[in-house]
């Protein structure tokens, strides 16, 4: 028997046991991220030759992110934040930060 009509036969028989010989395909919808933006400056911390060749931008880490969360008792109880940073305004914050510990220190 030929390879095509072994694999009649065998779909034949498939068939008349009640196999599904049939594949489904559908396309779906996902959700990505194609950028990640600064939250001061607004520009994007993902270079584009990075955007270029990434269908998902999520595994990208070369960017500052800062995560608080505030717990009962506290003046902003229950309030979550997240915000990322381009190196350039990282930077900004790690020396208002430096100042404002100078300041603290004086006092």
Not at 55 to 80: I, N, P
């Amino acid at each position: 028997m030929s390879r095509v009509g072994w694999l009649l036969a065998s779909q034949r028989i498939l068939l008349a046991l009640g196999g599904n010989l049939m594949k489904i395909e559908g396309v779906k919808a996902i959700t990505v991220t194609v950028d990640i933006l600064c939250d001061i400056c607004g520009s994007s911390v993902i270079p584009n030759a990075y955007k270029g060749n990434a269908d998902d931008v999520t595994k990208f880490s070369d960017y500052a992110t800062l995560k608080a969360s505030f717990g009962y008792g506290s003046k902003r109880d229950g309030e979550e934040f997240k915000l990322d940073f381009c190196e350039r305004c990282f930077d900004l914050i790690v020396s208002k930060v430096e100042e404002l510990k100078r300041i603290h220190d004086e006092k």
